[in-house]
């Protein structure tokens, strides 16, 4: 999907969140949910990588597990019958609380999802955690709300209170489970593909063991990047790079991750043990 069905679908589904009847409390659970679970991740994939990404605008500003913990402290303190029973009291009382349902469950997505692509891996090991983090504590809540002896919001929900309260429970257990343990391993397969396919991926550079051309100007290996094989090879261009100054770009980038670029067991950007006479016998859709 694109980012911008995915946001379109995330707005259409908070719009129904917040228009459905919260009479019960199962109902009020619901719509929670759909905003925090539902919703909220499917806004931050609408805008993540994109051009009003703000944790790629202001990557320092944005820790995924101060986000959980923001959630935590939303959720359970809104959750509490003295702040839930004055929500559903008042209009502005339950704006608030719809806000900052919002707000929190949207960091928290936003700050997993978002940000440069080069610093993926780094976000990706923490939203995982993160994200995991908050699977327990909606867990735990659920539970509390599920196997507890007696109503806690009898005062102010509709019909059978401490059905609708179990139901709830429920709700936010099965719900938050399956969202947020989606989000996780979503976010390890991507942490796997980085770690285990980077010299199978773009931005491989290839450094010969001799020039290809021995009259070139200055004798320099030449660099070859690997592209897919539905993008154009620029050799022009690449031809006219320094790859030693390259390596040591790539190096500086890798050092902020503490990974080796040219180690075996580690991300590799680069290779130098290439025949640049036929860079094709490695890579089939590298051509010099």
């Known amino acids: 999907m694109t980012r911008r069905l995915l946001f ?31 919703a909220a991740p499917l806004l931050a994939l609408g805008l993540a990588g994109g051009n009003w990404d703000p944790v ?27 702040l839930h029973e004055a929500a559903r009291q008042n209009i502005a009382v339950l704006a608030a609380e719809q806000a900052s349902f919002l707000g929190s469950g949207f960091l928290l997505w936003i700050t997993v999802f978002g940000g ?6 780094e976000r990706a090991a923490v939203g995982i955690v993160a994200l995991l983090l908050t699977l327990i504590h909606m867990t735990l809540l659920g539970a509390l709300l599920a196997l507890s002896p007696r109503p806690l919001y009898a005062g102010h929900h509709a019909g059978d209170a401490l059905a609708s309260q179990e139901l709830g429970g429920v709700i936010m257990i099965v719900t938050g489970g399956i969202a947020y343990m989606a989000g996780a ?13 980077a010299g199978r991926g773009h931005g491989l550079v290839l450094l010969p063991r001799t020039a290809a051309d021995p009259n070139r100007p200055n004798h320099l290996p030449l660099p070859l990047q690997r592209n ?12 006219r790079v320094n790859p030693e100054e390259l390596v040591a770009g790539l190096a500086a980038l890798r050092e902020r991750l503490g990974l080796n670029i040219e180690g075996a067991r580690s991300p590799r950007l680069v290779d130098r043990n290439i ?14």
């Open 8 to 38: 379109t679908l995330g707005c259409v589904l908070l719009s129904a969140a917040w228009w459905m009847p919260q009479h019960t409390f199962h109902a009020h659970m619901a719509a929670h949910m759909i905003v925090v679970a539902i």
């Open 56 to 82: 790629k605008r202001w990557p320092d500003g944005f820790s995924a597990l101060i986000a959980s913990l923001i959630e935590l402290v939303v959720v359970w303190l809104w959750h509490m019958p003295l």
């Open 116 to 121: 440069d692509a080069s610093r993926r891996p």
């Open 185 to 197: 391993l979503w976010l390890l397969s991507q942490l796997l593909h980085e770690s285990g396919g």
């Open 228 to 239: 897919s094989p539905s993008e154009d090879h620029h050799p022009g261009m690449i031809a």
């Open 275 to 288: 025949d640049a006479s036929d860079p094709g016998a490695i890579h089939p859709d590298m051509r010099h």
